[in-house]
Structure formats: structure tokens, C-alpha cells
């Protein structure tokens, strides 16, 4: 574990304050420095169970660094979203903070509000061919890299199905690509046998079941699943038990949800990847702040959104297995001991 995600919120808050004291002169400039900026939130949706985490810690950790938040949420719709994220640059907010549904059909919309000269950060997931100020966002091409090695130190042979989420979405892409640097040479080696890769059109849980349960119908056999999310990892372990293989083929998503965690703790699941949220929000808040106060940003790193180069704060994600989840989600106090362990035997 990194020293940061042992961090109280309160020190957090502190980090990225000294963050935004070193980065603007208190006393110079606009005139209007006293006035509480206002972040305009767009949000894809909170189906999942991290996306209001997310919200709530980037809400409160924003208002902590003397920000306000006008919120959006376009429940998994792209054509209420890009809407939603022209209405919110109409009311003069000082920076665009967004979660894209559908990475290049906001693109347009995006540079509207860019070009209108509100500063737009990428939270999570990128805007593609958009020129975005900032993406902050954990390494997603590591989250698939330990999605799928975690299920090659348990099963490094057999049949292997990859289910990802939507195309749509650069994240899935990233996931991918990541999952591939593990499968790929295991496929070269001729022990893995990759028997299906199943692309989504939504992060939707009654889709991949109903795509894996088609495989399984088939008579093909499983023996390892790699997935997009904890959400998906549920419904392919749904469908595992009714074939009484819940358990026995080895499944790994990302997000680290309570009920993922649960799994684990059961033997059901055999890993899920670890994205502090509180780490992300805050660090997106903070950076936030500073597009609104029109600081200058700065970052070594850099990712391709089809188009331009764009400025990329990187996180690390954290792998999580039966034999680490006290050492993670349980010490930052993400999930409770007593939650985790509710249906497991210690």
C-alpha cells in the first residue's frame, strides 16, 4: 500500500490546500479571488456503486477547499449528458469537471464549453478528440494488468473469457489493453486458450449475463473469467452458479465494491482492484480549484485522446485478494471488517 491511501481524509485535505497555496499567490491577480469557485459536476450516472462515493468525496473535499458544486447526473443517457454539460457551462461555472457516458460523442460539446473559456477536467475517464485541460485518473492499463495477472497466478492454463465493458468508453479500451500484456503471451505459449471475448454495450449486468450464460449454454467449457467491473464480475458468478462452477473458475473485476469484497472473503470472487476513491476525489478537487483560480498545472505525464496530447495526473490502483483485504479496503477504512467478513467464515 502507498503511504497516501493510509492518509486520514483531514490530511488529505491539508495536502491538497498546501498543494493550491504553493501553486497561486493569495494576494495577486483577479480581483475576484475571494469568491468561492464553482465547479460544474457532470456525472454518467450512479448505477454502480463507486460513482456516488465519487461524487460525495469530491463534493465535500471540493467545499473543504473553498469551492462550490453544481451537480449533473445523465443516468447512462450521452444525449442528456450533452445537455446537461452545456447547461452547466451556461451558468457560469468556472471549470467543467465530467465523467463521461460516451467518450467521443461529447467531444463536441466539450470543446463548446472550452472554447467559451471554462477549463474542462476528465474525471476518470476520458473525453476522447476533446483537448481536455486534465484527466486525473488511476493507471487503467495497470488495472487490467492486475485483473488478469491475478487470475494467472491461480488458473495460468485453460480456457480464459475476457467480458468488457462498453467500447465506448476509453476506460474499457485501457482495460483491455491491459488485460491483453497478460493473456496475450499465455495465449502465445498455447496454455490459455482465450474462448471469448464479449464486448458490452453498456456497463450492464443483465447484458454480460446474458452473453456468458449463452456461452456456457453452448456446451464451451471456463475456467477463468477476466472482468470489466465488480458489477460484471457479479453476473458472471451469477451465472456460474447456476452451473455449479461458482467458486471453482476464478473471476477478477475492479472497484473494490462491498459486495466484490464479500466475495472474495466467500471464495466466490478472487480479486477486484483497489481505486482509492477518496485519493482520486480529492486530487481531482483540488486540481479543480486551480483551473477555476486559472493556475497553471503541471504534469510530467501525458495520454492521447485521438487527438492531442493531454495532461494526465496518474494514480496507482492496488490489487486486493482474500489474503490483502484487511491490509487495504478494511485499514483506509473504505469497507468495515464486520462487512466484509458478514457472510465468511474468518
Known amino acids: 500500500m502507498t503511504k497516501w491511501t493510509r492518509c486520514s481524509r483531514g490530511a488529505l485535505v491539508l495536502l491538497a490546500a498546501a498543494v493550491l497555496a504553493s501553486a497561486c499567490d493569495k494576494s495577486s491577480e483577479r480581483d475576484d479571488s475571494d469568491r468561492r469557485p464553482l465547479i460544474g459536476l457532470s456525472m454518467d450516472s450512479l448505477v454502480v456503486e463507486r460513482w456516488r462515493r465519487d461524487m460525495d468525496a469530491f463534493v465535500s473535499s471540493a467545499r473543504d477547499l473553498g469551492a462550490e458544486v453544481e451537480i449533473r447526473v445523465a443516468d447512462q443517457d450521452p444525449a442528456v449528458q450533452e445537455r446537461q454539460v452545456r447547461e452547466l457551462s451556461e451558468l457560469g461555472v468556472d471549470v467543467l469537471v465530467i465523467v463521461p457516458n460516451d467518450a467521443d460523442l461529447l467531444a463536441a460539446a466539450v470543446r463548446e464549453v472550452r472554447a467559451k473559456g471554462i477549463p474542462v477536467l476528465s474525471y476518470d475517464r476520458l473525453v476522447r478528440n476533446a483537448g481536455v485541460d486534465l484527466y486525473v485518473s488511476f493507471d487503467n492499463q495497470r488495472v487490467g494488468y492486475l485483473i488478469a495477472s491475478s487470475i494467472a497466478k491461480t488458473r495460468p492454463d485453460g480456457r480464459w473469457v475476457v467480458i468488457n465493458g462498453p ?11 491491459g488485460m491483453h500484456a497478460v493473456i496475450d503471451p499465455l495465449v502465445a505459449s498455447g496454455s490459455v486458450e482465450l474462448a471469448a471475448e464479449i464486448w458490452l454495450d453498456a456497463w450492464d449486468s443483465g447484458q454480460a449475463r446474458a452473453a456468458f450464460d449463452a456461452l456456457l449454454a453452448s456446451g464451451q467449457g471456463v475456467d ?11 453476473a458472471a458468478i451469477g451465472v456460474l452458479s447456476e452451473y ?13 465494491d462491498l459486495a466484490a469484497c464479500q466475495r472474495i472473503a466467500e471464495g466466490l470472487q478472487t480479486a477486484t482492484v483497489y481505486k482509492p476513491i477518496e485519493r482520486l476525489a480529492l486530487t481531482a478537487a483540488g486540481f479543480a480549484v486551480m483551473l477555476a483560480r486559472g493556475e497553471e498545472v503541471s504534469t510530467d505525464s ?8 493531454v495532461p494526465f495526473i496518474r494514480l496507482e ?3 486486493v485478494t482474500r489474503d490483502t483485504l484487511r491490509s487495504t479496503v478494511i485499514a483506509d477504512g473504505f469497507h468495515t471488517e464486520e462487512d466484509v467478513f458478514r457472510n465468511a467464515a474468518d
Open 167 to 177: 467500447k465506448a468508453d476509453n476506460n474499457a479500451l485501457l482495460l483491455n489493453a
Open 224 to 234: 477463468a473469467v477476466a472482468v470489466g467491473n465488480d458489477m460484471l464480475a457479479e
Open 244 to 256: 455449479r462452477l461458482a467458486g471453482s473458475v476464478p473471476v477478477a473485476g475492479q472497484d473494490a
Open 302 to 309: 501525458f495520454i492521447s485522446d485521438g487527438q492531442d496530447k
Open 317 to 319: 490502483p492496488i490489487l
